[in-house]
């Protein structure tokens, strides 16, 4: 299977605080990767030094084979392979909702306002957030808001992309729409990596689960060997705490 | 007695010297204005180059670059927020000539005064377009970046159109002070509204009446500005309702929401939905 991503010997310190050590992955083309694990595991550092917003302390990140951490390599333009949606959402607040998903297409890309346009109502309609392109973000709830993130990071056509969380901020009746529309790209192929406490899409769309503990990878494997069968002593616990709430 | 007296006095001065006041309040507005927009102009200049990142893995030169011009605004911002306007203005009017043995000079107080007002306004904007760049929060800067804009197409399409929305009203007190405070202007001879005043009172002796037409013309310019102020803040706001598009994209208007974003964040909030919403 073809690697798009491999973190080699990843770490990452905040000061004298080890957040990562030595983590070793690859992340492969059309897969689901659910990265699950207790609050402060370093899942989200993980995924953040993936597309660079936090700069690993030593190891390294390949993309294609070809290190990003090289300084030949274009950071603005390997982000745009490697889309990410927040848990914050961090839509542009001084835009609408169309705009929002045109503006990197347009600056970034290079593309036509009408191409931008076009795709970007494509996204739009696809995350069913069609109707509401003149609305902006402080118009919206929550979970239009995470509809209209993945739109946008949908809208520079990556290969890849990363959520961070991305229904921790939501209302639970939110929840559901957000990962109905991460269901169906998964459904079509899409590379996704996924930073998730929601365990029933973790056990329902992945086909790869990391479980982080303190800083590294415990245990890998496919959900049912995952949820069902887990080796390590540590996932046992995480998962008979997490599911018998 | 007194205010029928004051009237006519005022009456008179007004007929007789009217161009001479309105020349004044021209050369004010004009003066605070064009202070305004320059000084607005090097405040975001001084704002960005003092926000510029710098991390530990950059060049050496790049980091040394960047540290200094934030230390040259730095001194720019201390120094002229530091120290009188009227004061700046006899220095570079007066003294600039002295300094360079008379190589450089500004010859006429308009270029003077607008230099000076301008760098002042600059070394305030400074402070306040720092903060406001500093006010967003963090997920807009990792929203972009994520994209892969550069940090300058971050800066520009995204974290300076809402800064400028935030430090508006700060922009705005500027340009009240500045229509106030380029009085002293007249001490480079810049015939703006109180150098009407001095002139006139010098030739009539008559202080008092002038003075109150001084007073009411200050007032209306000011309050000009402030209602101009608030219609710009709120265009910049945005609508306050958006309309559903249509699913071809063609024929908009299935109808309006409105949603509650106008006036204060203390406001009561009332959501009404007009055109055909159920």
């Known amino acids: 299977m073809e690697t798009v991503i491999e973190l080699r010997h990843l770490s990452k310190a905040f000061g004298a605080n080890v957040v990562l050590k030595d983590i070793n992955a690859s992340i492969h083309k059309g897969d689901v990767t659910c990265v699950i694990g207790a609050s402060g595991s370093g899942k989200s550092t993980m995924l953040r030094c993936i597309n660079l917003l936090e700069t690993p302390t030593s190891g390294d990140i390949l993309y294609h084979d070809k290190s990003i951490l090289n300084e030949k390599i274009s950071l603005n333009e390997y982000r745009t392979h490697v889309g990410m949606c927040f848990q914050s959402f961090n839509l542009f607040n001084n835009m609408t909702v169309l705009k929002n998903c045109m503006i990197g297409q347009m600056k970034v890309l290079k593309r036509s306002k009408e191409e931008a346009r076009v795709n970007a109502i494509r996204y739009l309609e696809k995350v069913g957030m069609a109707p509401y392109i003149n609305a902006r973000p402080d118009q919206i709830s929550g979970g239009q808001k995470q509809r209209v993130a993945i739109a946008r990071a949908l809208a520079m056509n990556p290969e890849v992309l990363l959520f961070d969380e991305p229904t921790s901020a939501l209302d639970p009746e939110m929840v559901g729409e957000v990962l109905s529309v991460m269901k169906s790209l998964a459904k079509e192929g899409m590379t996704m990596v996924v930073v998730t406490h929601e365990m029933g899409f973790a056990k329902d769309v992945a086909n790869r689960v990391l479980f982080m503990e303190q800083g590294v990878i415990a245990e890998e494997g496919t959900p049912e060997e995952i949820f069902t069968n887990p080796k390590n002593e540590r996932t046992k616990e995480f998962l008979s705490r997490i599911l018998n709430k | ?278």
């Open chain 2, 1 to 278: 007695m007194v205010l029928t007296k004051l009237l006519k006095d005022i009456a008179k001065i007004w007929t007789k010297y009217k161009w001479s006041y309105i020349n004044g309040i021209r050369n004010t507005i004009l003066l605070a204005f064009i202070g305004t927009v320059l000084g607005c102009i090097i405040g975001f200049i001084c704002g960005i180059l003092q926000t510029i990142p710098v991390s530990k893995k950059d060049h050496p030169i790049k980091k040394a670059a960047v540290y200094a011009i934030r230390g040259i605004v730095r001194a720019y911002v201390e120094i002229f927020r530091g120290t009188p306007m009227v004061l700046q203005a006899v220095f570079f009017y007066y003294g600039l000539s002295y300094l360079t043995n008379g190589a450089l000079n500004f010859t006429d107080p308009w270029t003077c005064s607008i230099f000076v007002v301008s760098i002042n306004t600059g070394a305030y904007m400074a402070e306040t377009v720092r903060g406001g760049i500093l006010a967003i929060e963090r997920g807009q800067t990792e929203g972009a970046k994520a994209i892969g804009m550069s940090h300058v197409q971050t800066m520009l399409y995204v974290i300076l159109p809402q800064t400028l929305r935030n430090i508006l009203p700060q922009i705005g007190n500027n340009y009240i002070i500045n229509i106030k405070d380029t009085s002293v202007m007249f001490m480079i001879s810049f015939t703006e509204l109180f150098a009407a005043h001095r002139s006139v009172a010098g030739a009539t002796y008559q202080y008092f009446p002038s003075a109150a037409i001084e007073m009411v013309a200050y007032l209306c310019l000011t309050l000009a500005s402030s209602v101009i102020l608030r219609l710009w803040e709120k265009k910049l706001a945005g609508k306050s309702s958006y309309e559903l598009a249509t699913a071809d994209q063609l024929s908009p208007t299935a109808g309006t929401l409105n949603s509650p974003q106008k006036g204060s964040n203390f406001d009561e909030r009332h959501i009404e939905t007009k055109g055909g919403q159920n």
